[in-house]
């Protein structure tokens, strides 16, 4: 429990630091944070190519509908990331994405730069697990 509670205070401070690394529909304060969408962390560089790659994957139709429907998206520049609850700080790799849901809990392991079909997966494999979770 009190990891939970640190995760939260640690993730609190994040969102609040670093919302200018934030993408416009970014949210500001843990207590925003929709109970039925997977939150996205996504962790980035600048002048990151497998960044821009994965920058142009969510923007892909079907992806970007999924995103739109089912998440929150934050960017969160590598750099920042000592600012991470400890246990998201495993790499210094580019793309990192996280997918949790409101409480801060882990949905899927994380992922990379991927493709397409790839990141429409995890997207729903996240959105199911979270389902899952809201029925208990």
Not at 10 to 28: D, H, Q, R
Not at 30 to 38: D, F, G
Not at 109 to 119: A, L, R
Request: glycine share 2%; net charge positive.
């Amino acid at each position: 429990m009190f990891r939970r509670v640190l995760l939260f205070i640690s993730l609190m401070f994040v969102l609040t630091v670093v919302g200018g690394c934030a993408n416009s529909n970014s949210i500001e304060t843990p207590q925003e944070l929709p109970k039925n969408k997977v939150i996205l962390y996504i962790i980035k560089r600048d002048g990151c190519p497998a960044c821009e790659y994965q920058k142009r994957v969510l923007k892909v139709k079907e992806v970007k509908e999924l995103l739109d429907n089912y998440c929150k998206v934050v960017y969160i520049d590598v750099n920042e990331q000592e600012k991470l609850p400890r246990e998201w700080m495993h790499t210094n790799k580019t793309p990192t994405v996280h997918f949790v849901d409101s409480n801060l809990n882990r949905l899927i392991p994380s992922i990379g730069s991927v493709y397409p079909y790839e990141f429409r997966d995890a997207i729903l494999k996240a959105k199911k697990e979270l389902d899952k979770r809201e029925l208990k």
